[in-house]
């Protein structure tokens, strides 16, 4: 299945493919601040349909996830990270997903704020 996605103004915009098995709730500051829920997937499976060099991205903590997010709207949809075996991996904010009804998937709890 492929899903659209963005920011609320729509300066991001993207695809996404893949099917949906669960999402993730994270507690960590900056996902309980923005209401994060997360939907972790390969890079690969997400397509920029907007010019890449013009995503603003925050770091923090450790400094290894680039959490993008628009400075027009301030949604932050999607970061990118190596995933744990090293290939490069995107955890998109499901919320930004156009016309899906989150409440059909299960939802896992990871303690973001003690990592």
């Given at each position: 299945?492929?899903?659209?996605?963005?920011?609320?103004?729509?300066?991001?915009?993207?695809?996404?493919?893949?099917?949906?098995?669960?999402?993730?709730?994270?507690?960590?500051?900056?996902?309980?601040?923005?209401?994060?829920?997360?939907?972790?997937?390969?890079?690969?499976?997400?397509?920029?349909?907007?010019?890449?060099?013009?995503?603003?991205?925050?770091?923090?903590?450790?400094?290894?996830?680039a959490h993008h997010f628009c400075d027009l709207c301030g949604c932050a949809p999607f970061s990118e990270a190596l995933g744990p075996d090293g290939k490069?991996?995107?955890?998109?904010?499901?919320?930004?997903?156009?016309?899906?009804?989150?409440?059909?998937?299960?939802?896992?709890?990871?303690?973001?704020?003690?990592?």
């Amino acid at each position: 299945m492929t899903y659209q996605g963005g920011c609320h103004c729509g300066k991001i915009s993207f695809s996404v493919t893949g099917e949906i098995a669960s999402l993730t709730e994270c507690n960590c500051s900056l996902c309980s601040k923005r209401g994060g829920l997360l939907w972790f997937i390969g890079r690969e499976q997400l397509q920029l349909q907007s010019p890449a060099g013009e995503l603003p991205t925050y770091r923090f903590n450790t400094r290894k996830i680039a959490h993008h997010f628009c400075d027009l709207c301030g949604c932050a949809p999607f970061s990118e990270a190596l995933g744990p075996d090293g290939k490069p991996g995107a955890a998109v904010n499901a919320r930004c997903l156009e016309d899906v009804d989150l409440s059909q998937f299960p939802r896992q709890q990871w303690d973001g704020r003690s990592h």
